[in-house]
T-cell receptor, first 117, second 112 residues
Framework: GAVVSQHPSWVICKSGTSVKIECRSLDFQATTMFWYRQFPKQSLMLMAT?????????EQGVEKDKFLINHASLTLSTLTVTSAHPEDSSFYIC?????????????FGQGTRLTVV | GNSVTQMEGPVTLSEEAFLTINCTYT??????LFWYVQYPGEGLQLLLKATKADDKGSNKGFEATYRKETTSFHLEKGSVQVSDSAVYFCARRVSGNTPLVFGKGTRLSVIA
């Protein structure tokens, strides 16, 4: 299947700094990518839908100025957590959608564990 | 609302035991249903799916049947192996253009 690479797999940053997480589709082009956030023992919560060449669509309650999403090419979407605080510590996962005919399948990156200290 | 509820873990089984992980959903219309698996240190992988009522998805010995009457999509495997140890997520999607909605995940540990 298609491969989605997410980088870094883990990061520790100081409170107040910004962190960028990259999501790349390695062997296919993705016009749409999704960013999820997962708290311990909780479900994956959709944060935003990233569309190549246009603004991301954020879910209710997600601060667009804090979680900046850029999808400048068909193979790369980035999530930047700005002015990170300890409550932003979480597991972030990206997903890319591939449509073949009438079938649509989602492929996931391996996730990024962010710890803000 | 639209949601997915799956049994809480962790689930610990001995090798060759029978596995059931319950999953129920609420959604308008007829969603597609999925089971994803996340092995340690890896991203989520599609395990199986079903797109309409009474469909059975199967892969690697795992099965799940789309039950419209009970709004369920329970995951089963007749004989688990240590290599099946992972976190399993049930998910639904209303249409191909909408994002997946996940359950909380169930951690399975299989011991030899």
């Amino acid at each position: 299947g298609a491969v989605v690479s997410q980088h870094p797999s883990w990061v520790i940053c100081k409170s107040g700094t910004s962190v960028k997480i990259e999501c790349r589709s390695l062997d296919f082009q993705a016009t749409t990518m999704f960013w999820y956030r997962q708290f311990p023992k909780q479900s994956l919560m959709l944060m935003a839908t990233s569309n190549e060449g246009s603004k991301a669509t954020y879910e209710q309650g997600v601060e667009k100025d804090k979680f900046l999403i850029n999808h400048a090419s068909l193979t790369l979407s980035t999530l930047t957590v700005t002015s990170a605080h300890p409550e932003d510590s979480s597991f972030y996962i990206c997903s890319a959608r591939v449509t073949t005919g009438r079938d649509t399948e989602a492929f996931f990156g391996q996730g990024t564990r962010l710890t803000v200290v | 609302g639209n949601s997915v509820t799956q049994m809480e873990g962790p689930v610990t089984l001995s090798e060759e035991a029978f596995l059931t992980i319950n999953c129920t959903y609420t959604a308008t219309g007829y969603p597609s249903l999925f089971w994803y698996v996340q092995y340690p240190g890896e991203g989520l992988q599609l395990l199986l799916k079903a797109t309409k009522a009474d469909d059975k998805g199967s892969n690697k010995g795992f099965e799940a049947t789309y039950r419209k009457e009970t709004t369920s999509f329970h995951l089963e495997k007749g004989s688990v192996q240590v290599s099946d140890s992972a976190v399993y997520f049930c998910a639904r999607r209303v249409s191909g253009n909408t994002p997946l909605v996940f359950g909380k995940g169930t951690r399975l540990s299989v011991i030899a």
